[in-house]
């Protein structure tokens, strides 16, 4: 059974990184790159961190439903294919999914058993402080992520879990801690304890 996680964060927060960490320490995952019309910063790598397109693309991809969910972020749009669940689910991976305040609501309607984890950094000074630090965005710019994340922080109750990232590696081993613990939830577990079940039926006590 595959289990989805849904991760969100306010810009700077470190959630990337985070999920780049647990993906290296968990070949059981598998990450879902999300369409967007939004230009690649200088970082990013096409068909690894997005899937860029243009705006008349994903409008038609949207009327075709092939979107889990989709969302308008700062002008730009963003979505997840329905075919990266499918894919997972034939890989027998769970499924990480990076998107936003308003596209993980969506997908809690149409997935209520998806896991979703909320990483914010400690203070509104060290978001800035980290904004800052990448130099990718202009002064415009960091002041609407700033906004943007107080408000996409007021939404944390939406959420299963909250992390607050500190410290990278305590962060990557609680995000870890928390994969690990869903898997083993009651409801997830179900088959594979109906099978150890089925071993007893019928078969008298082995005499020693």
């Not at 959630?15 to 290296?24: C, E, N, Q, V």
């Not at 992520?145 to 922080?153: D, G, S, T, V």
Request: hydrophobic content about 35%; proline content about 4%.
């Amino acid at each position: 059974m595959t289990t989805v996680f849904i991760i969100s964060a306010p810009s700077g927060s470190g959630k990337s990184t985070l999920i780049s960490r647990l993906m290296a320490r968990d070949p059981r995952l598998r990450f879902s790159v999300s369409y967007t019309t939004r230009k690649p910063r200088v970082s990013e790598k096409p068909g690894e961190s997005y899937i860029y397109i243009t705006r008349k693309e994903f409008e038609e991809r949207r009327e075709r439903g092939e979107f889990l969910e989709q969302a308008e972020v700062f002008g730009n749009y963003y979505g997840t294919n329905r075919n990266v669940l499918e894919q997972a689910e034939r890989e027998g991976k769970d499924l990480i999914l990076d998107i936003d305040v308003q596209g993980a609501r969506q997908l809690k309607e149409s997935i209520p058993e998806a896991v979703s984890i909320f990483i914010l950094a400690p203070s509104r000074d060290i978001l800035e402080q980290r904004l800052r630090a990448r130099s990718e965005d202009v002064e415009e710019v960091i002041r609407r992520r700033l906004k943007e994340a107080a408000e996409e922080i007021r939404n944390y109750k939406q959420y299963d879990y909250v992390l607050v990232n500190h410290q990278l590696e305590e962060s990557v081993a609680t995000l870890a801690a928390i994969v690990k613990a869903e898997r083993v939830r009651r409801v997830r577990m179900e088959k594979q304890v109906q099978s150890i079940l089925r071993t007893f039926e019928d078969r008298p006590p082995s005499l020693f």
